[in-house]
């Protein structure tokens, strides 16, 4: 369906995006993982027509969308990191307008504006104008104007940024239902990790412009298959022993985590002495110890050496 | 287009503020410019140490003769009295063959006072002189023969000039700023991804641009509507008979200044920098052009010669024309044609820019 071959964009001095290969067929739901900066915005605009590549080529079921822009247009749907949407009006009257821009009108877009506020959960607020919205009602709202004409392909660039649990957790449910029961093809960016896991059935690992892995979350975690992810919770952190830990051979990686560090050593490794050791060489007092499963964060911290949020 | 275009209008009848104020700062503007700039007269106590009260009575009938000059008959010592407390500048003393003047300090009008005090002088010395030439006779001076030179510039009196030289300036001043300020929006949807949205639609770029600038054209034009009935009908501002002048010349300005809004938003980097740029632009089109006070005035040729690329400078003065010489488009079509033109630059540039910063 979707097809991005060898693609660049160099701003300037910057490369923002260095040859990057991505497909995604038909009801598939990708996620384009990566931190801010790794170039998922620049793609998700080349991809979405907005922007020029400086090379490469993006095909949409055989076309050439920089050539012929129509063939991915009309299909085409995108959810902006930003609240792309006319706040001084109602969440009716925005709908009302992005609808008659790809042509409903009458009936069909009543009803269309109808079926996609019950989507979205925001029936009884229509009539309130989107700057009395909160944070996630907002959010909702700039899903539901990009559904309106049921598009084939949903480009969602992270559409849960700085809202609360709840609203989070309704998009994710609404995207779900969105893949599973109406066949949407979506490409999900964002930098949390969970998300990505919850929605996507492959998952490609961006940073510094350009793919770094890809692949099932399955085959994504077995990159970590001769690996252990250990997380140590401390009573208070120190440079120190993070520091040591870092000399430590069988260490491959280290992230500060809110409650302590996570280490990514070789699988099987007996380095527990070690680390109470060097807390203990360090003045840091450990609260526990734990072996967890890879997660696609771990894979991503295994492979840049850094955190996604970082 | 339409959709586009009616979205505008939609937003606009959310938040018709900014417009309110715009067209309510140009009423009030005009009220209070124009009402300070009415025909002034200038008062003069006057006295006599040697003429007697109805011959200093006759004079001053003879003085108070021309409007704009009020002679009060007064007396010495309360006209000293009035000086040293600084209530009135200056005083005239009437003699039979001069006159002098009592200054307390200096005052802008008395060079005024005292070319028409001479010009009355004159005349009745040189009536006087007449008289004693034919002692036999009495000779009284019946009536004046005056001739009057009339030209198309002198049958429009000051008053009309400064009138119609407010209502077109400030209310071209004003409608810039609706203008510029309504389409920081466009700066604003760029930013925050709507623009972004329309692109990606299946709707046509040119229909968006089109449906956007004339938007902003109409709403210019229909302010500058507003502003000129509430003028013409409420405050009787003479605007002549030359409606389609105006109507065209109105056209090309707003023209212009919805280019001149394309060419902002082109240079700037965001809406906050617009924000900034706009009462700049304005206001220095505004005092360049002449809308504040005619370009005339200014002696500066550099100033002269700015005043010429704003195109507040070339809408003033067609108006000014339409209104009170009763100039016809084809009397206009110089101003009109670099109005059009200016739109054209500004509007290439502009669109230029903003497809490159894109």
Request: aromatic residues 10%; contains cysteine.
């Amino acid at each position: 369906m979707l097809q991005v071959n060898d693609l660049h964009k160099k701003f300037k001095t910057t490369t923002a995006v260095n040859g990057v290969n991505l497909y995604l067929d038909q009801g598939e739901s990708v996620g384009l993982l990566g931190p801010n900066g790794a170039g998922k915005s620049t793609t998700i605009s080349m991809i979405s027509t907005l922007l020029q590549p400086t090379s490469g080529d993006i095909r949409f079921k055989g076309g050439d969308v920089f050539k012929k822009p129509d063939v991915i247009r009309p299909v085409l749907g995108v959810v902006p990191q930003e609240i792309a949407l006319y706040e001084e009006l109602t969440a009716y009257e925005n709908m009302h307008f992005f609808g008659k821009t790809y042509g409903l009108s009458g009936e069909k877009l009543k009803n269309k504006i109808d079926e996609v506020l019950e989507l979205v959960g925001l029936t009884d607020r229509k009539k309130e104008r989107v700057k009395n919205y909160s944070g996630g009602m907002k959010r909702r709202i700039n899903i539901a104007v990009s559904l309106m004409h049921e598009p084939e392909l949903l480009i969602m660039d992270e559409p849960t940024v700085g809202i609360d649990p709840q609203s989070r957790s309704h998009i994710l449910e609404m995207v779900r239902e969105l893949n599973r029961k109406k066949g949407m093809s979506i490409l999900y960016t964002s930098h949390y990790m969970e998300e990505v896991e919850r929605l996507c059935d492959r998952v490609y690992i961006m940073d510094h412009g350009q793919i770094i892995a890809s692949g099932t979350k399955e085959e994504l975690k077995s990159i970590l298959s001769s690996e252990d992810t250990i997380l140590i919770e401390v009573h208070q952190k120190s440079e120190q022993f993070i520091d040591q830990l870092n000399e430590h051979s069988l260490v491959q990686q280290i992230a500060e985590v809110d409650t302590g560090y996570k280490v990514i050593v070789s699988k099987g490794a007996d380095v527990f002495a070690d680390i109470f050791e060097i807390a203990n060489a360090s003045q840091v007092k450990v609260k526990g110890v734990h072996v967890q499963t890879p997660t696609l964060e771990d894979v991503f911290l295994h492979l840049t050496g850094r955190k996604l949020r970082d | 287009m339409w959709s586009v275009f009616n979205l505008q209008w939609l937003r606009l009848k959310r938040e018709p503020i900014l417009v309110l104020s715009f067209i309510a700062m140009t009423i009030l503007f005009v009220l209070f410019i124009g009402g300070t700039q009415g025909e002034q007269t200038i008062t003069v106590q006057t006295f006599s140490d040697q003429l007697t009260e109805s011959e200093l009575d006759e004079w001053v009938d003879d003085l108070n003769n021309t409007s704009g000059f009020e002679f009060h008959v007064s007396d010495r010592e309360t006209i000293e009295n009035q000086l040293k407390l600084s209530q009135i500048s200056y005083a005239l003393e009437l003699n039979y063959l001069d006159y002098h003047y009592l200054v307390g300090q200096d005052s802008f009008f008395i060079n005024a006072v005292n070319q028409h005090v001479e010009q009355v002088y004159r005349t009745k010395l040189r009536i006087s002189e007449i008289a004693e030439q034919f002692p036999d006779r009495s000779i009284e001076l019946k009536d004046y023969i005056t001739i009057e030179l009339e030209s198309l510039a002198n049958s429009v009196s000051s008053s009309d000039e400064g009138g119609a030289h407010i209502v077109s300036g400030m209310t071209l001043y004003f409608v810039l700023y609706t203008i510029l300020f309504g389409m920081m929006n466009i700066a604003v949807e760029k930013r925050t991804g709507t623009w972004d949205r329309l692109i990606i639609s299946p709707l046509k770029k040119s229909n968006i641009y089109v449906g956007q600038l004339l938007h902003y054209f109409s709403l210019g034009v229909l302010q500058i509507g507003i502003c000129f009935i509430v003028f013409d009908q409420f405050l009787n501002y003479n605007f002549g008979d030359q409606y389609l002048s105006i109507i065209v010349t109105v056209m090309a300005f707003v023209f212009a200044a919805v280019a001149l809004g394309m060419l902002l938003i082109g240079i700037v980097r965001s809406p906050q920098q617009l924000q900034s740029i706009i009462p700049i632009v304005s206001t220095a089109f505004a005092m360049l052009g002449g809308a504040f006070w005619p370009v005339d005035l200014v002696t500066n040729k550099f100033l002269q010669l700015l005043a010429k690329i704003t195109p507040v400078y070339y809408g003033t003065e067609a108006l000014k024309d339409a209104m009170l010489y009763n100039a016809g488009v084809g009397d206009l079509l110089q101003p009109i044609s670099i109005l059009l033109l200016m739109g054209v630059l500004f509007m290439g540039i502009g669109l230029n820019l903003m497809e490159r910063t894109k």
